[in-house]
């Protein structure tokens, strides 16, 4: 059952990725994902 919280992350990450192409700003990446800013942040490096 560890795996199926990974999978969830990771299905964040990505919406977050696509979002941030999209030019979406941080704040509403984290309130449609619930990533931290600093999740969101490394991403963006």
């Known amino acids: 059952m560890l795996l199926?919280?990974?999978i969830f992350f990771q299905g964040k990450l990505e919406v977050a990725?696509?979002?941030?192409?999209?030019g979406m700003g941080i704040d509403m990446i984290i309130e449609a994902t619930g990533l931290s800013e600093e999740e969101i942040r490394k991403m963006m490096n």
């Open 4 to 6: 199926l919280p990974c």
């Open 17 to 22: 990725e696509n979002m941030l192409r999209l």
